[in-house]
């Protein structure tokens, strides 16, 4: 057991960026709380802040005596030698050894095979300390915190209670924002219409008072009056531009996000239904050592989407690989897949874009037929749109914005054959929700690599194999 721990006026802010300011709150022993938000929105920073100093933070996080803390960062530079999950156990084993009562995870289940996100989540459910986790995983999110802490457009929302609830609240915020927006666009526009309609009347009121002034026919008391009338349209206009005013700071204030709704260069009735896909009794792995995988088995047809998994290093990859043909996988068997130019691959690494194009280059390179014009108009369709966003260096993008990019590049030149492996590693939230809007219009066939379930499910996907001790086969889930 702990005392409450205390954070006080908590800012995140950087030379170029506010994350957020002023956060107060109180976290009492067995609090299971998440951190959720924009890529760069100062998740980890805020997560950092718990073990001290750190650069861009003010205000104070005070932990009181008898608090034991385990951290466990979401880029680990120990255990060179070993894959990214076999680090967070390391890092995990280490943390656990402490013996903690408050435990701070950072991305945990980014790196882990099917198997080792399960065991982990098993272990956090039964952890009866506190727990503090910066996550985007939706089963993570579901099923082990009763607390949310959202960063978003530079406050932190706290939210008690199941995801679930909380995305359900979300819609339901958003849906009222876009009826809220729509109304501010109709009341800005009547109240502009309002002060035309003002500045047409005093017009012709002065005119008519020039008119009078000209021909000497002013009656009694006709100077004051023109005055009268002249002064009470100026608080006229004053009082309706002030609510123009008011309108507009209202609606800047209002961030909905933003939907893609992508065009794509194939559409399912460009594709036959074939089988594109047909590997018979095939196997695969590296020169001079046994093979990974033994007596491979695998059709797909053009529109089908099927999920792979398996644990860390059980050949996944290198199966993928063979399938893109790469020259360094050695495979025996029958093989037939599609050219190279029509299959697209898309990873965590993004190595798609070249760092030293900037993106307006990345597209204007895929379809060279393109005017300038039909790029920026498809850029536009996957939320890059001011001049500074379609001519920044790739080497500039965050994450979210590479796989955007990406995402554009795949839709552009759309490929009869999508590979896709771990993908939703290092996403945030609403960039996720941006993938899978795109994969589910996708209209040819699919191969993916993910550990992320409710992802699998919300892209389509019906059928899974597994690799399990160098056989791929299919299961049910």
Not at 54 to 65: E, F, H, R
Not at 221 to 236: M, N, Y
Request: aromatic share 6%; net charge positive; proline share 3%.
């Amino acid at each position: 057991m702990h005392k409450p721990i205390q954070i006080q006026d908590l800012s995140v802010s950087f030379p170029h960026k506010t994350c957020f300011d002023n956060f107060n709150a109180q976290i009492h022993y067995g609090s299971r709380i998440a951190i959720i938000g924009r890529n760069g929105s100062g998740k980890s920073t805020l997560l950092k802040a718990f073990m001290g100093t750190v650069a861009g933070v003010t205000g104070d996080v005070l932990i009181p005596k008898g608090v034991i803390l385990g951290y466990v960062p979401q880029i680990i530079t120990d255990f060179s030698n070993l894959s990214g999950g076999q680090r967070f156990q390391k890092a995990l084993t280490q943390a656990l050894s402490a013996d903690p009562n408050v435990l701070l995870l950072d991305e945990p289940t980014n790196h882990l095979d099917r198997h080792n996100r399960q065991s982990l989540l098993r272990l956090l459910r039964h952890y009866s300390g506190t727990l503090i986790v910066v996550s985007h995983d939706t089963e993570l999110l579901r099923n082990n915190i009763d607390t949310l802490w959202h960063i978003d457009n530079g406050k932190i929302k706290v939210f008690s209670g199941h995801y679930d609830d909380y995305k359900r609240e979300i819609q339901s915020k958003r849906a009222a924002v876009e009826q809220a927006v729509s109304r501010l666009h109709r009341q800005k526009k009547d109240t502009h219409q309002a002060l035309m309609k003002e500045q047409h009347r005093a017009a012709k009121s002065r005119a008519r008072g020039e008119k009078s002034i000209a021909e000497h026919k002013w009656p009694l008391g006709g100077k004051a009056s023109a005055l009268k009338a002249e002064q009470s349209s100026g608080r006229k206009k004053v009082a309706i531009g002030d609510k123009k005013q008011a309108l507009s700071e209202q609606l800047a204030t209002l961030r909905l996000p933003e939907v893609i709704v992508p065009q794509f260069s194939l559409t399912a009735s460009d594709i036959a239904d074939k089988i594109i896909v047909s590997i018979t009794d095939g196997s695969v792995g590296y020169l001079d050592a046994e093979p990974l995988l033994k007596t491979i088995h695998l059709a797909l047809r053009s529109q089908e989407r099927i999920a792979i998994l398996g644990d860390n290093a059980s050949g996944k990859s290198t199966l993928i690989k063979a399938i893109l043909q790469d020259a360094r996988v050695m495979k025996t068997g029958n093989w037939l897949v599609p050219k190279r130019k029509d299959m697209g691959y898309f990873d965590q690494h993004y190595d798609t874009v070249l760092p030293d194009k900037n993106v307006c280059e990345t597209i204007a390179e895929c379809v060279p037929t393109w005017s300038h014009a039909e790029v920026r108009c498809h850029l536009n369709d996957f939320l890059f749109r001011k001049n500074e966003e379609v001519n920044a260096l790739i080497a500039q993008l965050s994450g979210g914005e590479k796989v955007r990019l990406c995402l554009a590049q795949m839709a552009a030149r759309t490929p009869a054959l999508l590979i896709l492996d771990e993908i939703t590693n290092n996403l945030d939230l609403e960039t996720k929700a941006h993938v899978i809007e795109v994969l589910k219009s996708y209209p040819g066939a699919m191969i993916v690599i993910s550990h992320d379930e409710d992802f699998l499910k919300e892209i389509g996907i019906k059928d899974y194999y597994e690799i399990v001790d160098g056989i791929l086969q299919k299961i049910v889930i």
